[in-house]
């Protein structure tokens, strides 16, 4: 037997019981089929020295440059945060984990990283990771 007549009677079976529901709560049911998509969202939080928040955001908006030529990033943010202005957010989403391993990885991010610590900008750097269900 094919698979395609194996299939029609589980959607016809599929497709009455989402009618019959329907009817019970006087609605209609649309069944519609979605493609998920994963990205990852990368996030950095650096508290600037005082006295340095500015020279700080100046040298991590040089990021911009760093994300837009990598392949696979969607997003990249750099800003302070309002309620404490020596607390900076660099904020970037990713097609994929390679995608962020590269930025993570990058010459561009090194440089910039290491221009604020020889400069004494921040004092603390902490990172984190979340993942973003996209639907299509």
Not at 8 to 15: D, M, R
Not at 63 to 72: A, I, N, S
Not at 75 to 99: C, H, K, M, N, Y
Request: charge should be neutral; include cysteine; charged fraction near 25%.
């Amino acid at each position: 037997m094919s698979s395609k007549w194996l299939i029609a009677p589980l959607t016809l079976l599929l497709l009455a019981t989402a009618w019959l529901d329907s009817r019970a709560v006087g609605e209609y049911v649309l069944i519609q089929f979605q493609e998920v998509a994963m990205s990852i969202i990368h996030r950095m939080t650096v508290r600037a020295r005082h006295d340095r928040s500015n020279r700080l955001g100046q040298c991590l908006a040089r990021l911009h440059e760093v994300g837009r030529d990598l392949p696979g990033c969607e997003r990249l943010r750099v800003f302070p945060l309002r309620t404490d202005p020596l607390i900076w957010l660099v904020e970037g989403q990713w097609r994929s984990a390679a995608a962020r391993d590269a930025f993570l990885g990058s010459e561009g991010l090194r440089r910039v990283l290491a221009q604020a610590i020889d400069e004494g900008l921040f004092t603390h750097l902490e990172c984190g990771m979340e993942l973003q269900q996209q639907v299509a």
